[in-house]
């Protein structure tokens, strides 16, 4: 199972590291990502990383604010939130799926974890 930690309440150009922990299982070999889900808008790609860390890629409204990560001694990826902004507030979800393809679409993840609330005040 995933289990998500990490959201809170923060003001506009603060930082918030969330957490999505594998539990009773590893990560495998396929791709970790997460996701998010801002009120009245679709679930979205937010960023994924590779299991062995050496790949990673991020929606375009996050790139050079966000880092994806994993620590697999800890069987955790993170997901560091820099500059946030109203607009990242969301429910952040991770999900994990078997293959190498960066896949950004909900449906490509069959693994998901529930999600931790990221709000973001101006």
């Known amino acids: 199972q995933l289990q998500a930690s990490g959201g809170g309440l923060v003001q506009a150009g603060g930082s918030l590291r969330l957490s999505c922990v594998a539990s009773g299982r590893t990560f495998g070999s396929g791709i970790t990502a997460w996701f998010r889900q801002a009120p009245g808008k679709e679930r979205e790609f937010v960023a994924g990383?590779?299991?062995?860390?050496?790949?990673?890629g991020y929606t375009d409204s996050v790139k050079g604010r966000f880092t994806i990560s994993n620590d697999d001694a800890k069987n955790t990826v993170y997901l560091q939130m820099n500059s946030l902004k109203p607009d990242d507030t969301a429910v952040y979800y991770c999900?994990?799926?078997?293959?190498?393809?960066?896949?950004?679409?909900?449906?490509?993840?069959?693994?998901w974890g529930q999600g931790t609330l990221v709000t973001v005040s101006s």
């Open positions: 999900a994990t799926r078997e293959g190498s393809l960066m896949q950004t679409r909900t449906g490509d993840y069959p693994n």
């Open positions: 990383i590779t299991w062995n860390g050496r790949r990673s």
